[in-house]
């Protein structure tokens, strides 16, 4: 069994996919309408295209606004990923308006750091030494 | 004051807590766990730092605010003046060489 795809919710895909891949930097890999509006959008990294996706997901369903909401205040990021410099990712984006709850900070083996994805959700990302 | 003030220093959980808020204020209930776990090998569930968080909280040690979507918490060392009060410190530079 292997990790192919995960998935994150967002509260608008166009918006997601413009953050996910202009300002995140991963490539859009999937793009399927499916219903009325919502679509099967996937991104990859841009490292490894034949990699584990990311399902930008719709949020429509009831139950998720009130599980991000108590996530959120309390700094509880959806979603992990791991970057060569921690520190540089944080200047990096700092620079384009992302807005961090948790500026790096050096946490025993890895360096840690968490930003809002504007879509809803915290993410966190983080370097390991090698 | 007093009572609410020393049972929340009498844990060393809650005092290393106040370490790091102490190293950096602001923050959120995740990083203080991702510091207890990461940094000091504190195994606690984070219902367990949050209630050790409402205790140095109702001493007023520690302050809570929101800004926008997030919690964030500040340390507020504020009430330990009650203790030197209480029990003052001497005012001299240099307590061992005190020439008379």
């Known amino acids: 069994m ?3 795809l ?15 891949t202009e300002v995140l930097g991963f490539v859009k890999k999937h793009d399927v309408p499916v219903g009325e509006k919502d679509r099967w959008l996937t991104v990859v990294s841009p ?3 034949g990699g584990t996706e990311l399902l930008l997901e719709p949020a429509g369903h009831p139950a998720v606004k009130p599980y991000r909401d108590t996530l959120v205040a309390d700094g509880i990021p959806l979603a992990q990923f ?49 | 004051m007093a009572d609410d003030l020393f049972k929340a220093l009498a844990d060393p959980t809650r005092r290393t807590i106040l370490d790091e808020l102490a190293e950096q204020s602001g923050q ?21 730092v ?10 007023g040690l520690v302050e809570t605010r929101r800004e926008g979507r997030y919690k964030f ?4 060392t504020a009430p330990l003046r009650h203790i030197a009060e209480r029990w003052p410190v001497p005012d001299t530079s240099g307590p061992e060489e005190s020439t008379s």
Do not use: W
């Not at chain 1, 807005?99 to 809002?116: I, R």
């Not at chain 2, 918490?73 to 507020?76: A, F, Q, R, S, T």
């Open chain 1, 2 to 4: 292997k990790i192919h």
């Open chain 1, 6 to 20: 995960t998935s994150i919710f967002v509260d608008d895909q166009a918006k997601a996919e413009h953050f996910y």
């Open chain 1, 47 to 49: 490292d490894e295209p």
């Open chain 1, 82 to 130: 791991a970057v060569d410099d921690v520190r540089a990712e944080y200047e990096r984006l700092r620079a384009l308006g992302v807005v961090f709850t948790q500026e790096p900070v050096e946490m025993g083996p890895v360096t840690t750091a968490v930003f809002d994805d504007t879509c809803g959700n915290l993410i966190q990302i983080a370097t390991k030494p090698e």
């Open chain 2, 28 to 48: 959120t209930l995740f990083e203080i766990c991702g510091r207890l776990s990461m940094k000091h090998q504190l195994g606690i569930s984070r219902q367990g």
């Open chain 2, 50 to 59: 949050s209630q050790h968080l409402a205790v140095l909280e109702a001493a």
């Open chain 2, 73 to 76: 918490h500040d340390l507020n």
